[in-house]
């Protein structure tokens, strides 16, 4: 079994017509793909999920399609990161995972990121270097309560939610 720490990042958009989400899209992967992205697939027709191996360079994809989104177009976008343990030789890829990061895509409120507990505290927190709002959410997927947090966007036109998170709070988590 070839296991591996991988992100996925999932991300979708607010309704808006064919021509402006094949746009969006496209730049989306791009800036994506730059960021050593692998677009897996369209998991529902409406989400795009990428995988990466670096929670931190997901999270920085993640933050400049939001920015543009948010910025240049009218609609807005969601994007989780979520990091786990995948078998890359699994026929399916992601398969609980996927399902983990999809609910919690439906979960996040439109025009954040939110990135799981196991992303944050893989992630290079002072190259992301925004402020965070912690949260917690029970899920359906395995009856499971999942910390998230949700990420500030650096210099977007609108500012997001978020506090800076505490890091005693976050080392008695782990305690």
Not at 37 to 63: H, I, M, Q, Y
Request: aromatic share 4%; glycine share 6%; charged share 25%.
């Amino acid at each position: 079994m070839n296991h591996r720490l991988m992100s996925l990042l999932c991300f979708s958009l607010q309704s808006c017509d064919v021509t402006e989400r094949a746009a969006i899209r496209s730049s989306s992967h791009k800036a994506l793909f730059a960021r050593n992205g692998k677009l897996l697939s369209n998991a529902e027709a409406d989400v795009d999920v990428l995988l990466f191996d670096s929670p931190t360079e997901a999270v920085l994809g993640a933050t400049e399609v939001l920015q543009t989104v948010n910025s240049q177009h009218q609609t807005e976008a969601r994007v989780v990161v979520h990091t786990t343990e995948l078998d890359l030789d699994s026929s399916v890829l992601g398969g609980s995972a996927m399902s983990v990061a999809l609910e919690l895509l439906e979960r996040t409120p439109w025009g954040d990121l939110c990135v799981s507990e196991s992303s944050y505290l893989s992630m290079q927190r002072s190259e992301v270097g925004n402020k965070v709002e912690e949260t917690s959410w029970q899920l359906k997927t395995g009856n499971r309560k999942v910390i998230m947090y949700r990420i500030k966007a650096r210099g977007g036109s609108r500012e997001l939610t978020g506090i800076q998170a505490s890091a005693e709070l976050a080392a008695l988590r782990r305690a």
